[in-house]
Nanobody, 117 residues
Framework: QVQLVESGGGLVQPGGSLRLSCAASGSVSSLNAMGWYRQAPGKQRELVAG???????NYADSVKGRFTISRDNAKNTVLLRMNSLKPEDTAVYLC???????????WGQGTQVTVSS
């Protein structure tokens, strides 16, 4: 079992920045991919960014150039640095972790990000 706890959400003005953090505990050695999804009201959950244990990253087209994902394997944490935030980035952001060789995902409880003036 893996537990994921997010922090760092909040209210920010358009053009501002936030940093989200996800701390993993439990059977963390089993995790390969980790990252973030987001879900806005009335919309499907979408992948924001992911990173493998070896450091390979992928991003949604809508956040490329604005968001940066990083990972500290020693501390079992994943960070999402979000710059130039837009109102359309408003959503609940959920951390996920997938075991090696599996599409199964562990989920955190989510953290709200609101971009509004």
């Amino acid at each position: 079992q893996v537990q994921l706890v997010e922090s760092g959400g909040g209210l920010v003005q358009p053009g501002g920045s936030l940093r989200l953090s996800c701390a993993a505990s439990g059977s963390v050695s089993s995790l390969n991919a980790m990252g973030w999804y987001r879900q806005a009201p009335g919309k499907q959950r979408e992948l924001v960014a992911g990173i493998t244990r070896s450091g390979y990253t992928n991003y949604a087209d809508s956040v490329k150039g604005r968001f940066t994902i990083s990972r500290d394997n020693a501390k079992n944490t994943v960070l999402l640095r979000m710059n130039s935030l837009k109102p359309e980035d408003t959503a609940v952001y959920l951390c996920y972790g997938s075991p090696v060789g599996s599409n199964f995902k562990y989920w955190g409880q989510g953290t709200q990000v609101t971009v509004s003036s």
